[in-house]
């Protein structure tokens, strides 16, 4: 069974950094891993998502200032969030998928963590 536990969230002043933290149990090794973002009203979106083997890619919005990394052995997933906007505020979620063109979620989520980007 997969169980997924997202933290780090807060509130911080634009302009800030917040990490964001994904440990997880019972995913695969061989899993991709990704950081979906969700405000009320609006669908989930993608933010950033890592290969098994490293590779990643970001979406265009956090391209610069967000860098998603993994730790294999711990199992932990991780966002550097830095230079945050006030339209980074959101519910923050991590998922576990695979990379095929595009990140494919294999819909196991945790409970999210809310990050508030606000003076």
């Known amino acids: 069974q997969v169980h997924l536990v997202e933290s780090g969230g807060g509130l911080v002043q634009p302009g800030g950094s917040l990490r964001l933290s994904c440990s997880t149990s019972g995913i695969l090794s061989t899993s991709a891993m990704g950081w979906y973002r969700q405000v009320p009203g609006k669908q989930r979106e993608l933010v950033a998502f890592?290969?098994?083997?490293?590779?990643?890619d970001y979406d265009d919005s956090v391209k610069g200032r967000f860098t998603i990394s993994r730790d294999s052995a711990k199992r932990t997933l991780s966002l550097q969030m830095r230079d945050l906007k006030p339209e980074d505020t959101a519910v923050y979620y991590c998922t576990d998928g695979y990379y095929g063109a595009r990140f494919h979620s294999y819909n196991h989520w945790g409970q999210g963590t809310q990050v508030t980007v606000s003076s």
């Open positions: 890592i290969t098994e083997g490293g590779s990643t």
